[in-house]
């Protein structure tokens, strides 16, 4: 089943391993003797992470692409995945970068089919800064670790993909804790049911679909960490569900996967939330949520608030993301942060394999 994200300026509308990323050029490297033409050859470079594949083509017949800017970008995308769910969700991901003559990338596509198949497009005038700054793959990778799920479930794919993203790219060290809260007090309000709203499995709009599932992930979150005394949050439930076989190339019943990921935490959190919000709106009190988290929107900027009576929650979502310094009561962005001990101990481990080439 296809899930496909357009990107035009989404970045305003969304808004473990143990060592630091290895570059290795294997010996196996082959690449014909007119590597320049892509009428001679497809070339194809492999990504290894943990004990999975990721076979990278680049279609630059429309405009050339950077292959290390290309390369780079794929290596975040999956070091972020494996941070957040401890291992990268397939055990082959083929991945298919289209070029286009312009800046930025503009829309993806993922499937389960052939063992999991990505197709995203790339701006030939895209810098290293903003393939570095781009969430899109990311969300794309995050796809492949739910089952697929039937349309009037889009939103639980669409909205744990829009909540795990940049959750992930933090664990990765390539985010940040403030910029994510910045974005999702500035849109999670999107997801909240509008007049004429009749739950999530009914309202198939844009806001609702996105971002209301985005909704449900947060608020599950919280609900889990308070109920477990912070030992447990929703990225045990996901795990659970990926450990348990549901990926993107299964087709599973979501009552199936919500009790699975449920299972998981030793709770009915997921169950009970979607009982509720299935099929009749329900607001969500977020400014009170950001109270208790220490979320404080200041202007155009963010403070987080480490007297707030749920922080303790809060850092653990972000899980090693900068925070205060001891003895400080409130910290904006880029003042007095530290990294806490699990952001610097632990990094996931991307492996360029090298590149094959097949006559076309």
Avoid at 275 to 289: G, H, N, R, S, T
Avoid at 314 to 336: F, Q, V
Wanted: a negative charge.
């Amino acid at each position: 089943m296809g899930r496909m994200d357009f990107t035009f300026g989404f970045r305003e509308i969304f808004s473990k391993f143990s060592r630091v990323m290895v570059l290795v050029l294997l010996p196996c490297c082959f690449l014909p003797l007119n590597a320049g033409s892509a009428k001679a050859a497809e070339v194809t470079s492999t990504v290894m992470i943990g004990g999975s594949r990721i076979d990278v083509t680049i279609d630059s017949s429309e405009a050339p692409l950077s292959q290390t800017d290309v390369m780079r970008w794929v290596q975040n995308a999956a070091e972020s995945v494996t941070a957040y769910y401890g291992r990268f969700p397939i055990p082959h991901l083929t991945l298919r970068v289209v070029s286009f003559d312009g800046n930025g990338v503009r829309h993806g596509m993922t499937w389960g089919r052939d063992g999991g198949l990505i197709r995203i497009f790339a701006g030939s005038k895209t810098s290293a800064a903003d393939f570095a700054d781009d969430w899109m793959l990311t969300h794309e990778m995050v796809h492949l670790a739910f089952p697929s799920q039937a349309d009037e479930h889009h939103w639980i794919e669409e909205g744990s993909a829009v909540y795990v993203e940049p959750i992930a790219r933090i664990r990765a060290s390539h985010w940040t804790a403030m910029k994510m809260w910045h974005d999702l007090v500035r849109d999670m309000p999107k997801g909240e049911p509008k007049e004429g709203d009749e739950g999530l499995d009914h309202t198939h709009t844009w806001g609702r679909t996105y971002w209301g599932g985005a909704l449900f992930c947060f608020v599950a979150d919280v609900e889990i960490r308070k109920q477990t005394k912070n030992r447990k949050g929703l990225v045990d439930a996901l795990r659970g569900v990926l450990d348990a076989g549901g990926d993107i190339r299964e087709d599973w019943d979501l009552e199936k996967a919500l009790k699975t990921g449920d299972h998981a935490v030793g709770l009915d959190v997921l169950e009970k939330l979607y009982a509720e919000w299935k099929a009749k709106p329900v607001q969500v009190d977020l400014a009170a949520m950001w109270k208790e988290l220490g979320v404080e929107a200041n202007g155009g900027t963010v403070v987080l608030n480490n007297d707030a009576p749920l922080a303790a929650i809060r850092r653990a979502i972000e899980m090693g993301t900068p925070s205060a310094k001891a003895g400080d009561k409130a910290s904006p962005a880029g003042a007095g942060a530290t990294e806490n001990d699990s952001a610097s101990a632990t990094r996931p481990l991307a492996v360029f394999a090298g590149r094959t080439a097949k006559s076309q």
